[in-house]
């Protein structure tokens, strides 16, 4: 299991990076199974930290993507709409989701509190 030491985490196990990239953990990721859909979050949708802005669907389950900062949905990883799998592969580079402009971080763990959570889970 990675956690990058550049991104900051959410309790919903998803990751921002300085730029406003988003996507979900590695953790995340292996926990949902193979990803089979994505919903992206529209560009040009002004969203707030802690907002449900798309859907992950796996062979197991399907889950809500929230966002990890408040901002404007700036660019949508247009790939994962013919290759979901990218999630499973590469969650923290070619998987990524969404990209923010302006984001606002709302509460987010440091990769060792993120790490810690995800061990005692």
């Known amino acids: 299991m990675r956690f990058p030491e ?3 985490y959410t309790e919903d196990h998803e990751w921002l990076s300085p730029a406003g990239r988003v996507g979900i ?3 995340a990721q292996d926990a949902l ?3 089979v859909f994505v919903e992206l979050p529209e560009v040009g949708a002004v969203v707030k ?4 802005v798309g859907v992950i669907e796996s062979v197991k389950s399907v889950s809500d993507l929230y966002s990890p900062a408040s901002g404007k949905v700036a660019k949508v990883n247009e790939q994962l709409r013919d290759q979901p799998e990218l999630i499973n592969q590469d969650p923290f580079g070619k998987g990524w989701v969404f990209e923010l402009e ?3 971080p709302g509460p987010v763990l440091s990769p060792e509190e993120y790490q810690t959570k995800v061990e005692s889970e």
């Open 6 to 8: 550049d991104l900051k």
């Open 25 to 27: 953990t590695d953790y």
């Open 33 to 35: 199974g193979d990803v």
């Open 102 to 104: 302006g984001a606002e």
């Open 49 to 52: 930290a802690g907002d449900a």
